[in-house]
């Protein structure tokens, strides 16, 4: 999939604020493959999360967005044509996911953050199992990849976010889909905790 012009457009500007205001540094970019379906599954910390995974990286990434933001007809129409669509919180929705496995086999990028909700803490919080149900089924590689400064920006108690460096990196692509669901839970758990922790302890790789 290409970037339509809606996503270069508010990528290039996206990349000047998260420069600007977050001192936004990405780090290992060259982990995404360079074509073909990719699940990069996240840690959740802020609102700023979809756009920290996305706005360095040269392929389009899609995401699930929570079904009431495509309300107003206005940001709805913006999310979709930066490939967001609708998943409904609360109950497990079959066609989100049957859309999820469909994009991921058709070759496309797409962003998933497997503990459900943003942090109310800034710590991971338990990875659900319905991620793994997507990447038994999709078998496509899968991207592990951790933010750090996100919270502190733009913690749930805030109405606004505030400067504050962040940091995102992109692990190496695993291959998970024959592993049972509890086996692949625990591997995205501890690839996620093993990442932020060389961000927090500033063990990571130069740019690129």
């Not at 592993?179 to 996620?192: C, G, N, S, Y």
Request: glycine share 6%.
């Amino acid at each position: 999939m290409e970037r339509t012009l809606t996503w270069r457009a508010c990528q290039g500007l996206c990349r000047i604020l998260t420069t600007v205001f977050f001192q936004l540094k990405a780090i290992n970019k060259k982990n995404i493959p360079a074509r073909g379906g990719v699940l990069l599954v996240s840690n959740h910390q802020s609102f700023l999360d979809p756009i920290i995974v996305a706005v360095q990286l040269y392929r389009p990434v899609s995401f699930m967005a929570r079904s009431s933001l495509f309300h107003n007809p206005y940001f709805g129409w913006l999310i979709r044509n930066l490939l967001a669509y609708p998943v409904h919180q609360g109950r497990a929705d079959v066609g989100a996911i049957k859309e999820t496995i469909r994009q991921l086999q058709a070759g496309h990028v797409l962003n998933v953050f497997p503990e459900g909700s943003r942090s109310e803490t800034g710590e991971l919080g338990p990875i659900e199992k319905g991620v793994a149900l997507i990447i038994r089924k999709a078998a496509v590689p899968i991207v592990p990849v951790a933010i750090a400064g996100s919270f502190q920006a733009w913690p749930k108690t805030r109405r606004l976010p505030r400067p504050h460096p962040i940091r995102v990196i992109y692990g190496k692509p695993m291959e998970l889909h024959n592993l049972k669901p509890d086996e692949i839970v625990a591997a995205i758990d501890a690839e996620l905790r093993k990442l932020l922790n060389q961000l927090h302890k500033g063990e990571i790789l130069p740019q690129i």
